[in-house]
């Protein structure tokens, strides 16, 4: 065996350990959003503690897998493709930390609603949506995992779907408030949800905007990936 | 002159060049900070309109930043603190763009807010809120480029007075929505603006942080560095 084919099969280990520990990330994520939806749906504050808490795993992944990164750029020294790639990696490990920083939020703001008269439908509204972007997620991974262009254009297209059950449960929201102003401070809370879990969706678009750079070379249209485009949402709301 | 000066010279020269992008970023995103609080106290679209347009700016510097640092560790291959350093700077840019998207999106609702009835004093609040962020993130870079690890644990303490005036204006507006129904669309753009100038300064406390991690070798404390901590600002919001 050659040295250089010895360099390349050391990096190509090292890349698929990191890349174990962005699964495992991912896993870790997913469960966090559901279970957080579900804390809400049931006010389970038990199982929103148990979010809470789970959030540190998710960090000290995305630690390992950066310090993984460094110790691989400083002892295989990548170029161009390869580099490209654990650069990539790094920018996916901190999207899914962010999804978990979202998650944890959405679980303490149960604990707090638990408090508040419930909001009609608003449990399964967003539950519905926290499900709509855990897919959305778990596609964006595998897309990155078999470098599927396609699969990671769909999940870009979804992330509309997220955008407009966001804009439909934001006006609810307003209706209910103007209603009665005993629940203005049950939907703000609500409302924020609604948003952190828009910006989950839009972490999983900017992981599926990297895996389409990476199989293709090229940035989808005009967007650029980055960790959760930020719209004015309400721009078109009532009044 | 040696060769292994050469390098090391070399990689600093880059290294340099890749500073003088970040500052330019920096000085741009400070810039956006207070226009974008203007527009909105003054009711200033057009100023307003100049804001979001001036993002483009800022986010093709990021992506300047993330070239010229994928050419430095393909050519230099950098290691331990100078690998260290690259890896910071990569975060400090990506740190920044966001202030620039949450400038821009600031920008963005003051064009919803003069079609609305003004808040009384929110302007104000919010300016000085702006000001005060924007130091933030101007002590942060000068603490980066001196390394100077005193000044940015200066600039992690300020931060704390900038949670401390989101809760008092998150507190403010409830009052406002609670008294008069029509306040509330407006409040609720206002609340989002306060909550995106609260997240600009946790992003100048996650360079501040890296700037210490870069000096010390040391994490602060039991804080992280991140783009944005996530609180539950809303948690003891008055019912």
Not at 141 to 157: G, K, M, N, S, T
Not at 214 to 239: H, I, K, N, Q, Y
């Given at each position: 065996m050659s040295e250089n084919a010895h360099i390349v099969s050391s990096y190509d280990r090292d890349l698929e350990a990191i890349q174990a520990l962005i699964m495992k990330m991912g896993g870790l994520a997913e469960a966090a959003i559901l279970d957080a939806a579900k804390s809400l749906e049931r006010r389970d504050e038990e199982l929103a503690e148990k979010v809470t808490r789970g959030d540190a795993a998710i960090d000290a992944l995305e630690e390992q897998v950066n310090e993984e990164c460094a110790r691989?750029?400083?002892?295989?020294?990548?170029?161009?493709?390869?580099?490209?790639?654990?650069?990539?990696?790094?920018?996916?490990?901190s999207n899914l930390e962010r999804v978990g920083d979202y998650a944890k939020n959405l679980a303490k703001r149960t604990s707090v609603l638990v408090q508040l008269q419930p909001i009609d439908g608003a449990g399964g509204a967003i539950r519905r949506m926290a499900k709509t972007v855990e897919g959305m997620?778990?596609?964006?991974?595998?897309?990155?995992?078999?470098?599927?262009?396609?699969?990671?254009?769909?999940?870009?297209?979804?992330?509309?779907?997220?955008?407009?059950?966001?804009?439909a449960l934001?006006?609810?929201?307003?209706?209910?408030?103007?209603?009665?102003?005993?629940n203005i401070t049950a939907c703000m809370h609500l409302h924020f949800i609604a948003k952190n879990i828009e910006r989950m969706g839009d972490h999983a678009t900017s992981i599926s905007e990297q895996v389409i750079y990476?199989?293709?070379?090229?940035?989808?249209?005009?967007?650029?990936?980055?960790?959760?485009?930020?719209?004015?949402?309400?721009?078109?709301?009532?009044?």
């Open positions: 691989l750029l400083a002892l295989r020294q990548p170029q161009a493709g390869d580099l490209r790639t654990v650069l990539t990696v790094m920018k996916i490990s997620l778990k596609d964006s991974l595998d897309a990155y995992i078999q470098r599927d262009a396609e699969l990671a254009e769909d999940v870009r297209q979804r992330d509309h779907d997220v955008d407009q059950m966001y804009n934001f006006r609810e929201f307003l209706t209910f408030m103007m209603e009665d102003p005993r990476l199989a293709t070379g090229e940035m989808p249209e005009d967007d650029r990936p980055r960790g959760g485009r930020l719209s004015v949402d309400m721009a078109e709301a009532p009044e």
